[in-house]
């Protein structure tokens, strides 16, 4: 059964934002199971806190997003990202490939992390 109502797709999706309050970058796409982080650098790569989006109705769809800038070290190739419940540690709770993103030196990555419920 779909979700029939703008209020249950709001609540859902604001749920799924408080849930997942940290993102990551990974060297391997995630799955079932988070991908490897990155480590090291200067200044360090460490997941970041997500401020997500009051829900926006587009249409039938319920949308939230977060953006957040990663450090990532130098001969690093980000593969995906994900969603973790905690800074360190914690429940991993979502993510998926991106595009393949290598850094030869030191640099940095902005990814926005989105959820569209319809």
Request: no cysteine; proline share 5%; glycine share 12%.
């Amino acid at each position: 059964m779909a979700i029939q109502t703008a209020a249950m797709r709001k609540a859902l999706a604001t749920a799924y934002g408080s849930s997942a309050p940290y993102g990551a970058v990974y060297t391997t796409a995630p799955g079932a199971a988070a991908g490897t982080e990155p480590s090291g650098g200067s200044p360090a790569y460490a997941r970041k806190a997500l401020t997500w989006s009051a829900p926006v109705t587009t249409g039938s769809t319920e949308v939230i997003t977060s953006t957040a800038t990663f450090d990532i070290p130098a001969g690093t190739t980000a593969l995906g990202a994900g969603l973790h419940s905690a800074a360190t540690g914690g429940t991993y709770m979502d993510g998926g490939s991106l595009t393949s993103q290598a850094f030869a030196s030191q640099g940095t990555f902005a990814i926005t992390f989105s959820l569209a419920l319809a």
